[in-house]
């Protein structure tokens, strides 16, 4: 892989907040990497016009025009495969991927999931922080595993839980973390590709 910039896919479900920070983090001339696509699973997805307005190409693969999981994920393979994907990042996508998936791209499958991992898995993390009382709370970037929100952890980055905190509050103060530290993780994980770290 030596020389030619690395191949990036982006995957999200929503907002894209996180998709467009790595998107401008990709586009610096410094970062040996190449944003090729973009899915998302949601023809509604917030981000699909952040794309647009930055020319990035956004394809849409609606996971309720798919009978299972199985097919879904194969689709998304297909169209990955044929864009010469050599790195995958989740960045708010909200999908569950099968085993099968997640095997056929070992260490090439990223992750940013709004937890100090491994606390709180899946949903609702910033509510279950508050409500088990934590004094912290943070985001991970890790690798991805078949079991969710599971892999070894490149970044993760904490924020202190004030009080009078609500889930919105926490929220918005975990994601200006995952801002950093995606684009940080993303870069140690480029080095390790090139054979430098
Ligand atoms: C982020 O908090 C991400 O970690 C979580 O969902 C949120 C997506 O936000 N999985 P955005 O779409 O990147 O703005």
């Not at 610096?28 to 647009?52: F, S």
């Not at 393979?77 to 044929?82: I, S």
């Not at 950093?180 to 140690?188: H, S, T």
Request: net charge neutral; charged share 25%.
């Amino acid at each position: 892989m030596s020389g030619s910039p690395v191949k990036i896919a982006i995957l999200f479900s929503g907002r894209g907040s996180n998709m467009q920070t790595l998107a401008r983090h990709i586009a610096k001339a410094h970062v040996p990497a190449e944003l090729v696509l973009t899915v998302t699973n949601r023809p509604d997805a917030g981000g699909i016009a952040i794309c647009k307005a930055a020319g990035i190409a956004c394809t849409v693969i609606d996971h309720k025009s798919f009978d299972s999981r199985e097919a879904f994920d194969a689709k998304l393979d297909e169209k990955l495969r044929a864009a010469n994907i050599d790195l995958i990042c989740c960045a708010g996508f909200m999908r569950l991927l099968t085993a099968d998936f997640v095997n056929g791209w070992p260490d090439r499958l990223l992750n940013i999931h709004p937890s100090l991992l491994p606390k709180y898995k899946g949903l609702r993390t910033h509510q279950r922080a508050l409500e088990a009382g934590d004094k912290e709370h943070g985001c991970t970037v890790h690798y991805m595993r078949p079991e969710m929100d599971d892999g070894p952890i490149i970044v993760q980055k904490s924020v202190p839980v004030l009080a009078g905190d609500t889930p919105d509050m926490l929220a918005d103060r975990v994601i200006e973390q995952e801002h950093i530290a995606y684009p940080e993780a993303l870069d140690m994980v480029l080095k390790k590709m090139a054979g430098t770290a």
